[in-house]
């Protein structure tokens, strides 16, 4: 069973960056693939990018591209989201999961790490 957690949240001034990390325990099947979703404020949690974890092909939601990279370590067992030039409409609780199809969930969360964009 893999497990997930998140980290590297935090507040953070509209414009500037941050890093999110999900260390994976437990190694992803090849087929898998894992996707960084968020909740913002009175929101549905939503998807924001994948990768698949074996050949590495990355998928993004419209309002993130050309700002946000999800890349991932094998060798480190972790996943990541540069996330760039941030808007407060990037608040959320961001949250990390495995599945098997870029923009559609698996059961497996982690417990989610909060990004605060202000303006």
């Known amino acids: 069973q893999v497990q997930l957690a998140e980290s590297g949240g935090g507040l953070v001034e509209a414009g500037g960056s941050l890093t999110l990390s999900c260390a994976v325990s437990g190694r992803p099947y090849s087929s898998h693939v894992m996707g960084w979703f968020r909740q913002g404020p009175g929101l549905e949690r939503e998807y924001v990018a994948a990768?698949?974890?074996?050949?590495?092909?990355?998928f993004y939601t419209n309002s993130v591209k050309d700002r946000f990279t999800v890349s991932r370590d094998k060798d480190k067992n972790t996943m990541y989201l540069q996330m760039n030039n941030l808007k407060p409409e990037d608040t959320a609780v961001y949250y990390c999961n495995v599945g098997i199809s870029p923009g559609t969930p698996g059961a497996v969360w982690g417990q989610g790490t909060q990004v605060t964009v202000s303006s």
């Open positions: 990768i698949r974890w074996s050949r590495g092909s990355t």
